[in-house]
T-cell receptor, first 115, second 111 residues
Framework: ETGVTQTPRHLVMGMTNKKSLKCEQH?????MYWYKQSAKKPLELMFV???????ENNSVPSRFSPECPNSSHLFLHLHTLQPEDSALYLC??????????????FGPGTRLTVL | QKEVEQNSGPLSVPEGAIASLNCTYS??????FFWYRQYSGKSPELIMS????GDKEDGRFTAQLNKASQYVSLLIRDSQPSDSATYLC???????????FGAGTRLFVKA
């Protein structure tokens, strides 16, 4: 596998379910990101991990819980979501946060539908 | 005021024409600027980055940056139908802690 991978690619869940999204990067990067992309809205940064430490939590509701066990893996744990949480969830990685020339590489995303 | 502002479009140009995409940003201390392309149903991919005032060319793409006017643009020469996509402007904020994305401009190149 190369680049940034995400699983599952599609997820349908009820409001009472608990599920997790997984992201893995094979680029040797040290920073990983979760974004939410809703229709006709800008990409919304949710969380940032730099060298496994969470450096950004962009006022995300607690029903979203990130986990970064190592620099290559990032999870987003979901519980008691709302229908308005339905969106494309994108994972990205970069060499390191705070680098002026830092370029982010995106995974294919998970299309989440909350019923 | 939005942090990164783009015209949502759609911008429609004929094949072979020059497509001009524009972006303004509010954080005057921003140092790094990126253009990503996103095809429908796909994730964003970087096509250009620019860090200093002036023009930067890469093949058919030219990025232009004017920090005094807080303005960055992307020109696509000899537009092709395969260029039809949403183009996202992204700005690394002061201190480099966060990349802010615009909502994107939809480009449609007519064959």
């Amino acid at each position: 596998e190369t680049g940034v991978t995400q699983t599952p690619r599609h997820l349908v869940m009820g409001m009472t379910n608990k599920k997790s999204l997984k992201c893995e990067q094979h680029l040797g990067h040290n920073a990983m990101y979760w974004y939410k992309q809703s229709a006709k809205k800008p990409l919304e940064l949710m969380f940032v991990y730099n060298f496994k430490e969470q450096t950004e939590n962009n006022s995300v509701p607690s029903r979203f819980s990130p986990e970064c066990p190592n620099s290559s893996h990032l999870f987003l744990h979901l519980h008691t979501l709302q229908p308005e949480d339905s969106a494309l969830y994108l994972c990205a990685s970069s060499q390191a946060q705070n680098s002026p020339t830092d370029t982010q590489y995106f995974g294919p995303g998970t299309r989440l539908t909350v019923l | 005021q939005k942090e990164v502002e783009q015209n949502s479009g759609p911008l429609s140009v004929p094949e072979g024409a020059i497509a001009s995409l524009n972006c303004t940003y509010s954080d005057r201390g921003s140092q790094s600027f990126f253009w990503y392309r996103q095809y429908s149903g796909k994730s964003p991919e970087l096509i250009m980055s620019i860090y200093s005032n002036g023009d930067k060319e890469d093949g058919r793409f030219t990025a232009q940056l004017n920090k005094a006017s807080q303005y960055v643009s992307l020109l696509i020469r000899d537009s092709q139908p395969s260029d039809s996509a949403t183009y996202l402007c992204a700005v690394l904020n002061t201190g480099g802690f966060k990349t802010i994305f615009g909502a994107g401009t939809r480009l449609f190149v007519k064959a």
